[in-house]
Nanobody
């Protein structure tokens, strides 16, 4: 059974940085992508970033691609999201996700973490 456990959320001032980490377990992720989505209050969940477990190809939403980086540690089975130059509009619950495809809009994603709150104050 796949488990995704997020950590690292919190409160930060605008312009600051946070690092989120997702610990993944329950299967080998060779052909999978792992990544992050976020959902702000009253809004739909949206894609943030993803990384291919094998090969390390990365994908980013336009709104974050110059500020966020994503990386994976195959030995520790973790994926991390480094968020820099944070803005109040980045405030959301951030969810770790895993499946064969995280990028195609509308694609059903099977595995989700519980989420971690990120709040950016102005």
């Amino acid at each position: 059974q796949v488990q995704l456990v997020e950590s690292g959320g919190g409160l930060v001032q605008a312009g600051g940085s946070l690092r989120l980490t997702c610990a993944a377990s329950g299967r080998t992720f060779g052909s999978y992508a792992l990544g992050w989505f976020r959902q702000a209050l009253g809004k739909e969940r949206e894609f943030v970033a993803a990384v291919r477990w094998s090969g390390g190809t990365t994908y980013f939403a336009d709104s974050v691609k110059d500020r966020f980086t994503i990386s994976r540690d195959n030995a520790k089975n973790t994926v991390s999201l480094q968020m820099n130059s944070l803005k109040p509009e980045d405030t959301a619950v951030y969810y770790c996700a895993a499946d064969l495809d995280l990028v195609t809009p509308g694609h059903y994603i099977r595995y989700w973490g519980q989420g971690t709150q990120v709040t950016v104050s102005s």
